[in-house]
């Protein structure tokens, strides 16, 4: 699988984005989905994740019930609804697929990983 990542941006704070991460090859109906972010002088961590046998979804505390997680219908593009954005939310935006059904937080358990997408997020 190959992954895709786009819809980063410059928001003002308070501000909605949605990301998108299309795949090719397999998809996420054998593939969790995961997004991560490393903001500058940080290490990545994890964001959010869908898991691919019952959608069940799972968020890191900073962002849960700000951010929503999904994918669509054929299970080819996964998405990051983000709202209520705030300065420290600025990152590289990274999604990810893990061949490993749950809650995935490990980056480690992800093989694939897209390219990243710049969010920043203005005060």
């Known amino acids: 699988v190959q992954l895709q990542a786009s819809g980063g941006g410059l928001v003002q704070a308070g501000g909605s984005l949605t990301l998108s991460c299309a795949a090719s090859?397999?998809?996420?109906?054998?593939?969790?989905a995961g997004w991560f972010r490393q903001a500058p002088g940080r290490e990545r961590e994890f964001v959010a994740t869908i898991n691919y046998r019952d959608g069940k979804t799972t968020y890191a505390r900073s962002v849960k019930d700000r951010f929503t997680i999904s994918r669509d219908s054929s299970k080819i593009t996964a998405f990051l609804q983000m709202n209520t954005l705030k300065p420290e939310d600025t990152a590289v935006y990274y999604c990810a697929a893990s061949p490993y059904a749950g809650a995935i937080y490990d980056d480690w358990k992800y093989d694939v990983w897209g390219q990243g997408t710049l969010v920043t997020v203005s005060s």
């Open positions: 090859g397999r998809t996420f109906k054998t593939y969790t």
